[in-house]
């Protein structure tokens, strides 16, 4: 599986993003970490976000509903969208769920199908040849 800090770093050195200096301090990402300036350059980019209790849990596993999201901002996949409105056929997801619309812009622009019980699975922890699959489908 691939962590959040990982993400950043892969999304950062794809899209040639470099921090301004001005870093969003997150609580659990001292200067010393390896992926700070990675995790730097994707949260000034807006990218990346963190939590609400200023965290950035850069060794958590990324979930499937954060990639969507990550995706969707790094490429500005849901203003590309064709029409309006693309409903996920996901038995999983929901228009309630945040990540709707990031799964939705990527449906749209044919990066992800799911699984095949009609999943996508929001919730599950990303592995790192789903994160290049769905980054490589993105058209980088």
């Known amino acids: 599986e691939i962590t959040r800090a990982e993400a950043a770093q892969i999304i950062v050195n794809r ?15 001292p200067d010393h970490h390896w992926a700070s300036e990675a995790i730097a350059a994707a949260t000034e980019a807006g990218i990346l976000k963190g939590y ?25 996949l849901e203003q590309m969208m064709t029409t309006e409105s693309v409903m996920t056929s996901f ?9 709707y619309d990031d799964v939705s812009a990527l449906v749209a622009h044919g990066i992800t199908t799911g699984y095949e019980d009609e999943t996508f699975r929001p919730e599950k922890g990303t592995k790192r040849a789903e994160f290049v699959a769905f980054l490589y489908r993105s058209g980088s």
């Open 15 to 29: 899209l040639g993003l470099t921090s301004s200096g001005k870093r969003q301090r997150y609580s659990d990402v």
């Open 52 to 76: 609400d209790e200023n965290t950035f849990k850069p060794n958590e596993t990324i979930k499937r509903s954060e990639v969507a999201a990550i995706l969707n901002r790094a490429y500005q």
């Open 91 to 99: 038995a999983d997801i929901d228009k309630n769920h945040w990540a």
